[in-house]
């Protein structure tokens, strides 16, 4: 057993969040593992972009209110103990409601493969989209 070193929390970029969110990396798996595990904040209306990950994601939120959403519209609303999984290859948003703070544990793994990236991100989420998805909530 070994006391894994505290990672220094990053501000997350703008390339990919809309708004400010914060991620502090707590596990990092080495071979043969490819599990990540972070705790990631985001401010009020904070969000990512649209993303897709090739082994699917799961969410659990710690504290606050959240929003997921998937391409085809379906939005699920997060708030403490919820958890929620993206399947592989579904595009999907994630971030924090209009009027609180969200954080949230990004559980995922990477492909194993290097020809695949772990993660496809794409087009930031407009805020029409990001209203649709906080009025359907």
């Not at 997060?78 to 009027?99: I, Q, S, Y």
Request: proline residues 7%; contains cysteine.
């Amino acid at each position: 057993m070994e006391r894994l070193p505290r990672h220094s929390t990053t501000k997350l970029p703008a390339e990919r969040f809309t708004g400010d969110a914060w991620l502090d990396m707590l596990a990092v798996g080495t071979e043969p593992s490819r599990l990540t595990v972070g705790l990631v904040r985001f401010a009020p209306g904070a969000r990512t972009a649209w993303h897709r990950h090739a082994v699917g994601q799961t969410l659990h939120c710690v504290s606050g209110t959240g929003l997921v959403a998937t391409r085809d519209g379906k939005v699920v609303v997060l708030r403490p103990g919820n958890t929620v999984h993206t399947p592989p290859g579904e595009w999907h948003w994630h971030g924090a409601a209009p009027d609180a703070f969200m954080e949230h544990l990004a559980i995922s793994e990477g492909s194993g493969d290097p020809d695949i990236p772990d993660v496809d991100w794409v087009e930031h989420v407009t805020d029409e989209e990001y209203g649709q998805a906080a009025a359907t909530a």
